[in-house]
């Protein structure tokens, strides 16, 4: 290699490593439509939470958490990005106050849509469902995630 093309070689080598591995290495988010179609009907609860990288919330902490997005200004904008297996009007519905929710169900909330599974009482999935979101200020990391694709 020639000597005038030696040192900027090592400094784009140097910055590329120094931007990549943190790309590369930051956490991703798992609540996608990826992970959506890696869930099967008839799963158990841990097979879900393996994929999904953590435990479904209760539908008061879900309920929760988007109250205190919407508090702090980040509610995500939702985007036409949506999946039912099955068919939403076959999900089996309760009253818990004044709202209808699925029985027995576990709740995902994540940077690109949230995730909603209803179990079957023995802990098996019988329904799943995701809803697309986008951030409503996205930093550098997602802007840069969402340029390549990742």
């Known amino acids: 290699?020639?000597?005038?093309?030696?040192?900027p070689a090592i400094v784009l080598a140097v910055l590329v490593l120094g931007f990549g591995?943190?790309?590369?290495?930051?956490?991703?988010?798992?609540?996608?439509?990826?992970?959506?179609?890696?869930i099967r009907i008839g799963m158990t609860v841990a097979e879900v939470e393996s994929i999904l990288g953590r435990p479904g919330m209760a539908y008061d902490d879900f309920e929760d958490h988007l109250d205190a997005l919407a508090k702090n200004d980040k509610f995500p904008v939702a985007d036409h990005i949506r999946f039912s297996e099955p068919e939403e009007g076959e999900w089996k519905w309760i009253d818990e106050g004044k709202n209808k929710v699925p029985n027995n169900t576990k709740y995902w909330i994540g940077q690109r849509?949230?995730?909603?599974?209803?179990?079957?009482?023995?802990?098996?999935?019988?329904?799943?469902?995701?809803?697309g979101w986008r951030s409503p200020d996205p930093n550098f990391l997602d802007r840069l995630r969402d340029w390549l694709g990742w």
């Open 1 to 7: 290699m020639k000597r005038k093309l030696k040192w």
């Open 21 to 38: 591995t943190p790309l590369w290495l930051w956490p991703r988010d798992r609540i996608t439509p990826a992970s959506w179609k890696e």
């Open 113 to 131: 849509g949230r995730m909603v599974i209803q179990l079957s009482p023995s802990g098996q999935v019988i329904g799943k469902y995701f809803h």
